[in-house]
């Protein structure tokens, strides 16, 4: 599997040892055919696509369409998911699988989950799985719940990116709990990555204007009545967002108004002692 050539730039995200220019990651399923999915990530500009290895064809059914032919392993970074695993043993032997199947790729995405109808991660078989893998030599980007007790464990154990969910998977219910995620910013010291949530171009600009390192989204997109143009929005929202992040926002004046124009010197203006 390739990987991406380090990024000249001075805002490269950085997860591991591999650089990206791109901020939005995006997931490859629920559209309607390939074709679909590989104009949506082609005009999201994500490097990172996310693969689910038990409902995605890589390889492991011959004869049938392959998710590789559409976005090829030279141009993209594929990141095996374990979604639907609900045990760390699953989750362990599916990117196990994984690695198998991508030429013993090593970077994947953790998920373990505590419930089929609300998709809410199972913390202690995550934390399981993620030092079972990380002993294995996986890069673990974790999807986990915004507790920041829990981020700071699954950083301790040498996952290297974090991913609390800002609300459930494929609710679309935006970012919900902000204060939380604040506090898991303020320890990190790998990428804070938003997964889960997102439904629409705001939800990520406001991730990446509180300062997250990028956003992992499928449902969105995919979901979307015209997946490609939501794409296109999430991306601009993504880059948006993390301008005015590094930008600095003005801080918030209660009850104290103030012209957006200097009235100093201006005709007819007493001055004030």
């Not at 949530?197 to 499928?218: K, P, R, Y």
Request: hydrophobic share 40%; with cysteine; aromatic share 4%.
């Amino acid at each position: 599997m390739t990987d991406p050539t380090p990024m000249a730039s001075d805002d490269a995200l950085k997860i591991g040892q591999r650089s990206f220019s791109s901020r939005l990651l995006i997931g490859t399923g629920k559209y309607r055919d390939f074709d679909e999915t590989r104009s949506a990530v082609e005009e999201s500009g994500a490097q990172i696509v996310t693969v689910a290895i038990r409902r995605t064809n890589i390889g492991q059914t011959a004869g049938e369409p392959s998710l590789l032919d559409a976005l090829p392993p030279s141009r993209f970074t594929y990141l095996p998911n374990t979604a639907g695993c609900y045990s760390a043993d699953d989750a362990v032997r599916t990117l196990r699988l994984a690695r198998e199947l991508l030429d013993d790729h090593t970077l994947v995405k953790l998920e373990v989950l505590g419930d089929p109808h609300n998709l809410y991660p199972n913390m202690p078989e995550t934390l399981k799985a993620a030092e079972t893998l990380v002993k294995e030599g996986f890069e673990v980007m974790v999807y986990c719940s915004d507790d920041p007790i829990q981020a700071r464990v699954l950083e301790s154990i040498g996952c290297v990116a974090i991913m609390p969910l800002a609300s459930l998977i494929g609710s679309g219910m935006g970012i919900l709990n902000p204060w939380n995620l604040q506090l898991i910013l303020e320890k990190a010291s790998v990428p804070v990555i938003v997964d889960a949530g997102v439904g629409t171009a705001s939800d990520a600009a406001i991730a990446m204007e509180l300062g997250c390192a990028g956003v992992l989204m499928n449902t969105a997109v995919a979901a979307a009545r015209e997946p490609v143009r939501m794409a296109r929005a999430m991306r601009k929202a993504v880059e948006a967002g993390r301008d005015a992040y590094l930008a600095g926002r003005m801080p918030r004046k209660l009850y104290s108004a103030a012209p957006s124009s200097p009235v100093g010197g201006m005709i007819g203006t007493a001055s004030q002692p």
